[in-house]
Each structure stands twice: as structure tokens, then as C-alpha cells.
């Protein structure tokens, strides 16, 4: 069965520690995506990564940076974290090619940032 | 660029009554166009895609079609039940932008018995 994981469903951290989530695929996908979603303005795409090592910034990178070092593995790092990133945030991955193939997604970590 | 609209919501019916969800988009080239479902608690999953004009794409009673003259994926159910109760994305990807997808901003659905 496909499978993408989160590290945490629901975290807490105060202003200005560093966090980390991560995201674990076992369905050998090279794409990996991190979202976060908030009431009325859906998911937004923070960062991308096509490949181990290779990152793409999304539509709101800011105050937020990404790591892929193994295929299965790819995290979201909050370098200083603000009471504005309190959110959910999505993981998911897909195939890599020219089609459209599917996005599977984990079951989303809730961040609160106090 | 890439955009998609959703109908506001929420929504909230009765159980077996008919569902219409509207989508429409903007898009450059011609992009796949799916709905997802998130579930209280959970995160999305696919619930049906198109990928070219006038495809249906169906799954659990859902339907939608690509209209490329109307720009529209309209999410449609004949008789919705109380486990239907979700967030539905509309969402589209361009052929040549790697699977990356533009979402809609969500409408819940509550159904109540």
C-alpha cells in the first residue's frame, strides 16, 4: 500500500526555535512536495525537489528551506520559527515525468508556533 | 500564470441530495485537471482526474468532466451520503510542469442525516 509519512501529526514550538518536519515515501518517487494549507486560502506550495539534492522554491518559500539527501526523505526546515507559520503542513510525492501523474499525500503535521 | 476558482462555500445538504461542486481554471497550455478529497484529520487523496477535454472522470458515484470551451470541472454526485462529509480541491497541472499541481481554495461539504 502507498505510503507517505510525517514525522509529527501536531507540534508545538515557541518563536524562534528551529523545527524540523519530515516526510518519508516508500513508493520510490522521485518528486516530493511540502504544502501548507490554511482556512480560505487553500495549499500553497512552499518547496519541491525532483531529485535527491535538487530543490525548487515554490510559491511561498520565505522563512522556510528544504533538504533531500536520500529519494524516500525530504524535510522542511523553519530556520527561526514566527507565530505567522502556524499551520498544516502537507508532504506528498509523485512520479516525475512529462504527464500529470498523481500527488500522495501524508496525513499533514499541525504546527503551532507560540 | 496557472489559477483555479472554486464556488464558495460551505456547503451543507441532506443526505441523498444531488451535489454540484463548481470549478473553473486558467491555464496556458492544457493541463490535467483532478479533484481531491480531504477527510476530517487525514490528508488528501485523489478522488478522480481528467487529463483531456471531455474525459469524465468517476469515482465512488463522483463525476466531473473537462469542458475545454467552459474552462470548467464541475464536481458533481446524484445522491451524497453523511461519510461524503470533506474538503473537496479542485486542482490542475500542466503537462511540462512535472506533476506540480495549482489548487483551488477547498469547499466543505458537511451532509447531514
Known amino acids: 500500500d502507498v505510503k507517505v509519512t510525517q514525522s509529527s501529526r501536531y507540534l508545538v514550538k515557541r518563536t524562534g526555535e528551529k523545527v524540523f518536519l519530515e516526510c518519508v515515501q516508500d513508493?520510490?518517487?522521485?518528486?516530493m512536495f511540502w504544502y501548507r494549507q490554511d482556512p480560505g486560502l487553500g495549499l500553497r506550495l512552499i518547496y519541491f525537489s525532483y531529485d535527491v539534492k535538487m530543490k525548487e522554491k515554490g510559491d511561498i518559500p520565505e522563512g522556510y528551506s528544504v533538504s533531500r539527501e536520500k529519494k524516500e526523505r525530504f524535510s522542511l526546515i523553519l530556520e527561526s520559527a514566527s507565530t505567522n507559520q502556524t499551520s498544516m503542513y502537507l508532504c506528498?510525492?509523485?512520479?516525475?515525468?512529462?504527464?500529470?501523474?498523481?500527488?500522495?499525500f501524508g496525513p499533514g503535521t499541525r504546527l503551532t508556533v507560540t | 500564470g496557472d489559477s483555479v476558482t472554486q464556488m464558495e462555500g460551505p456547503v451543507t445538504l441532506s443526505e441523498e441530495a444531488f451535489l454540484t461542486i463548481n470549478c473553473t481554471y486558467t491555464a496556458t497550455g492544457y493541463p490535467s485537471l483532478f479533484w481531491y478529497v480531504q477527510y476530517p484529520g487525514e490528508g488528501l487523496q485523489l478522488l478522480l482526474k481528467?487529463?483531456?477535454?471531455?474525459d469524465k472522470g468517476s469515482n465512488k458515484g463522483f463525476e466531473a468532466t473537462y469542458r475545454k470551451e467552459t474552462t470548467s470541472f464541475h464536481l458533481e454526485k446524484g445522491s451524497v451520503q453523511v461519510s461524503d462529509s470533506a474538503v473537496y480541491f479542485c486542482a490542475l497541472s500542466d503537462p511540462g510542469a512535472n506533476s506540480k499541481l495549482t489548487f483551488g481554495k477547498g469547499i466543505t461539504l458537511s451532509v447531514r442525516p
Open positions: 513508493m520510490d518517487h522521485e518528486n
Open positions: 506528498a510525492s509523485s512520479f516525475r515525468g512529462y504527464g500529470s501523474y498523481e500527488q500522495y
Open positions: 481528467a487529463t483531456k477535454a471531455d
